[in-house]
């Protein structure tokens, strides 16, 4: 079975910092692999996903995220942080092709400090 | 384009009384799922409907969860009756097909069990 673990339940920045989430995934097959946001009381929303094309995938609000095969990883990464990223990202992967149930990390809350 | 619809909100009831959780998809998405996500951790896949079928509900606690499908449209999640440990947020998602590459969130709905 897939799992994910994302390194830092909480994760704090300055505005205009570098924004670094990690995720690694386990899987022995190809995955598929996303990243999503959950703003307070909301719902999931998709920010990027990697299905197996190029392996650096940009997203929305100015993030991208590489994926590292020999790393079994899929940071996502965002060169400037603002305020309204404030949120939490959740990374999570499928088996791949014929499989497209979601397996999510716990999670990692960003803070962005003014 | 509507999102996906869930109603109620919040709910707190005591343990041992019943519940249930509406969702109204995405029009068009065949595929609906319904995800738990406890405090802290990430969502967990409780039951997957491809049309008003079920695709898989191997981590929905049978013993008191159910969910339905009406005509392949709006779904309905119940516990009956419910525990302490049942606290958490239901979300339901949506699909365009069964390959569910981008599933779409609806709000959730907060359920305390006190």
């Known amino acids: 079975a897939q799992s994910v673990t994302q390194l830092g339940s909480h994760v704090s920045v300055s505005e205009g910092a570098l924004v670094l989430l990690r995720c690694n995934y386990s899987?022995?097959?190809?995955?598929?692999l996303f990243w999503y946001v959950q703003y307070p009381n909301q719902g999931l929303q998709l920010l990027l996903k990697?299905?197996?094309?190029?392996?650096l995938v940009k997203g929305i609000n100015g993030f991208e995220a590489e994926f590292k095969k020999s790393e079994t990883s899929f940071h996502l990464t965002k060169p400037s942080a603002h305020m309204s990223d404030a949120a939490e990202y959740f990374c999570?992967?499928?088996?791949?092709?014929?499989?497209?149930?979601?397996?999510f990390g716990k999670g990692t809350k960003l803070s962005v400090i003014p | 384009e509507a999102g996906v619809a869930q109603s109620p909100r919040y709910k707190i009831i005591e343990k041992r009384q019943s519940v249930a959780f509406w969702c109204n998809p995405i029009?068009?998405?065949?595929?609906l799922y319904w995800y738990q996500q406890i405090l802290g951790q990430g969502p967990k896949l409780l039951i997957q409907?491809?049309?008003?079928?079920?695709?898989?509900d191997s981590q929905l606690p049978k013993d008191r969860f159910s969910a339905e499908r009406l005509k392949g449209v709006d779904s309905t999640l119940k516990i009956q009756p419910a525990k302490l440990e049942d606290s958490a947020v239901y979300l339901c998602?949506?699909?365009?097909?069964?390959?569910?590459?981008?599933?779409?969130f609806g709000p959730g709905t907060r359920l305390t069990v006190l």
């Open positions: 998602a949506s699909s365009l097909d069964g390959a569910g590459l981008t599933q779409y």
């Open positions: 999570a992967v499928t088996e791949g092709a014929g499989s497209y149930q979601l397996t």
């Open positions: 029009s068009g998405h065949a595929t």
């Open positions: 990697y299905t197996s094309a190029a392996t």
């Open positions: 409907f491809q049309n008003n079928g079920v695709v898989d």
């Open positions: 899987s022995s097959v190809p995955p598929y």
